[in-house]
């Protein structure tokens, strides 16, 4: 089982940026990557980025690639998505996610074995 727990969502205006937590625990030694995924009110969930554990490779959405920026302190267990020029679009509940197995897509939700709550970002105009 792995636990996590996300944080560091809030309000924020177009331009601005937000830097959101994930803290991991339980049997962490399982995980191959850990991705943020987000669902918006009335659309479904989609893959922000992902970060392999241990290699520390990082593959982003075009929608945040080179706004968003994924990394991950091994010591703590915590992996962060720092978002820079925020847009309205943004907006939306931020997952994190664990996926243990490594063979299947990292890019789909139905991988992720692992959820955390969620934490709302909401972008202003």
């Known amino acids: 089982q792995v636990q996590l727990v996300e944080s560091g969502g809030g309000l924020a205006q177009a331009g601005d940026s937000l830097r959101l937590s994930c803290v991991a625990s339980?049997?962490?030694?399982?995980?191959?990557?850990m991705g943020w995924f987000r669902q918006a009110p009335g659309k479904e969930r989609e893959f922000v980025g992902v970060?392999?554990?241990?290699?520390?490779?990082?593959y982003y959405a075009n929608s945040v690639k080179g706004r968003f920026t994924i990394s991950r302190d091994n010591a703590k267990n915590t992996m962060y998505l720092q978002m820079n020029s925020l847009k309205p679009e943004d907006t939306a509940v931020y997952y994190c996610?664990?996926?243990?197995?490594?063979?299947?897509?990292?890019?789909?939700?139905?991988?992720?074995?692992?959820w955390g709550q969620g934490t709302q970002v909401t972008v202003s105009s």
């Open positions: 970060i392999t554990w241990t290699a520390g490779n990082t």
């Open positions: 339980g049997r962490t030694s399982d995980t191959y990557a």
């Open positions: 996610a664990a996926k243990i197995l490594l063979y299947g897509s990292v890019f789909t939700p139905d991988q992720y074995r692992y």
